[in-house]
């Protein structure tokens, strides 16, 4: 029996100013590993909200998204099958004014693309 495909795109969250992995998140990542065989690329994108300076959110959202590489790196994913980038407060998941849009926008968003499909 083939192993179950991976999910095209997973999202995880993070605290406002920080990015640490949570357990939480950990759990979600922990979830993908062992869906990632075969001919998979990755691209990692990391996202801030939007309050605080750009300088600041483009360094944090790159620093989320170098977590999550670091974590699948760690757990066997080679480097060469992941791409990251940081993309600041500039592709909001939600647009409006409110702690539960800023919760939205903090996050890395994992697209899992099937080479040679």
Known sequence: MAAPAP??????????RLFVLD???RRTLAKVVPLLTGEF???????????????????L???RA?????????????MERMRYRGYGSS???????TPQAWQHNRRV???IEKVNP
């Open 109 to 111: 968003e994992i697209s």
């Open 91 to 97: 592709q909001p998941a939600d647009r409006q004014d």
């Open 61 to 63: 959202s790159r620093q």
């Open 41 to 59: 690329k990755l691209s990692i994108g990391g996202h801030s909200d939007d309050r605080g300076k750009d300088t600041f959110n483009d360094k």
């Open 66 to 78: 170098e977590a999550v590489a670091s974590y699948f790196r760690r757990r066997g994913i080679p």
């Open 23 to 25: 357990q939480r998140t």
């Open 7 to 16: 999910p095209p795109k997973v999202v995880v969250y993070f605290a406002t």
